[in-house]
């Protein structure tokens, strides 16, 4: 056999390996239909996501407490929900919904166009409380505004918005206050997460070249975008000082900075780009020193760490029982 042949049966032990580096006591929370964008309470007793279960036909938001008991809808049961994140006092959370626009689910994207998801213009973000009670709504401009989190301790929301005539974000104060655009640059930008002082910002991308300018403009004339071509970015919270930390030409998107700032937890296909396959990846904040960190073999993403940074919760497809089921795990991080 030769060295070549060895390395290529040695490779997935390898990353198995790297997985249980960093890994360990991963346990699946929820059972059943398709769950994800799990996001932890600042106290780190719950977990609010969003989930397509039974007999809805769209997701809606839930609640559970961290060990995956108590899990209960928050959201109307009305329209499309997404991005639901929890207030510091831990006892209200904002979410987009599309159910001013209708109390049925929006129709899913055209796919005759490709691979597109909608930014449906009927998504607004609300503040609610953790009873269900809807307490204010937060944005008014027409078109989509939804992907909305929080910085803790800045108490800044950030969110992508099409209020410029383009999918931009923008900031704004935990009562809807406060709104400023962040970023200019032609394309989607959004998924933004804060680093835990609040100082930066980290966030998927996609700036379309001359070439495919075009057909990125024309999609959203449909309130459509195609998600497979997605890099990380990084800026200062207000936007200055932008610059692109990955250039895979693929599809890499929810990131979140480990709990010290000095490193980016992200998902990416970049292992087979154009495939429906993800991975987790960690890398510097800089960019540098890409590490693949999960061997599940399907789809894992969305992760995010505990409050203590002890544990990271993510979405995937693994021990699915049925095609398109996704459930959330939580698993033991060891930095």
């Known amino acids: 056999m030769t060295i070549a042949m060895l390395a290529v049966l040695a490779f997935p032990l390898l990353l198995a390996a790297e997985q ?19 996001y932890w309470s600042p106290d780190g007793k719950r977990i609010i996501f969003q989930s397509t279960r039974d007999k809805l036909e769209c997701d809606q938001i839930f609640i559970m407490n961290s060990d ?6 928050v959201s109307t049961g009305k329209g499309r929900t997404t991005c639901g994140y929890f207030l510091p006092d831990s006892r209200h959370f904002v979410y987009a919904s599309t159910h001013e626009g209708g109390d049925a689910c929006p129709p899913s994207p055209d796919r005759s166009k490709g691979y597109v998801w909608a930014v449906y213009p009927s998504y607004d ?33 950030v969110y992508t918005s099409l209020a410029s005539g383009d999918l931009d974000m923008w900031t704004m104060d935990l009562d809807g206050s406060g709104k400023k655009q ?26 379309p070249t001359e070439d495919s300018l075009e057909r990125y403009t024309s999609l959203l004339k449909d309130n459509l975008t195609t998600p497979m071509k997605m890099e990380i970015f990084i800026a200062d919270a207000g936007g200055n000082n932008s610059r692109q930390l990955t250039r895979f030409g693929c599809a890499s998107f929810a990131p979140t900075f ?27 904040s800089d960019g540098t020193g890409v590490e693949q960190i999960t061997t599940l073999g ?34 033991d991080w060891k930095p």
């Not at 953790?130 to 008014?140: H, P, R, S, W």
């Open 182 to 207: 962040i970023t200019r640059a032609r394309g989607y930008d959004g998924g933004a997460f804060f680093s835990r002082d609040g100082k930066r910002l980290i966030w998927r991308a996609n700036h």
């Open 68 to 73: 995956g008991s108590g899990q209960r809808m």
């Open 298 to 331: 399907g789809f894992a993403s969305f992760p995010e760490f505990s409050p203590d940074g002890a544990k990271l919760i993510f979405s995937s497809d693994k021990d699915a029982k049925s095609r398109y089921e996704f459930n959330i795990f939580i698993a």
């Open 258 to 284: 480990t709990p010290d700032g000095r490193k980016i937890i992200f998902a990416s296909n970049k292992h087979e780009c154009d495939g429906r396959k993800f991975e987790l990846y960690l890398m510097n």
């Open 20 to 38: 249980a580096r960093y890994l360990t006591n991963i346990r699946q929370l929820t059972h059943g239909g398709q769950n994800a964008e799990a």
């Open 125 to 157: 973000i609300y503040l609610a409380s953790d009873d269900g009670k809807i307490v204010k709504k937060l944005t008014e401009a027409p078109g989509y505004d939804a992907e909305a989190t929080i910085n803790w301790k800045t108490k800044k929301i």
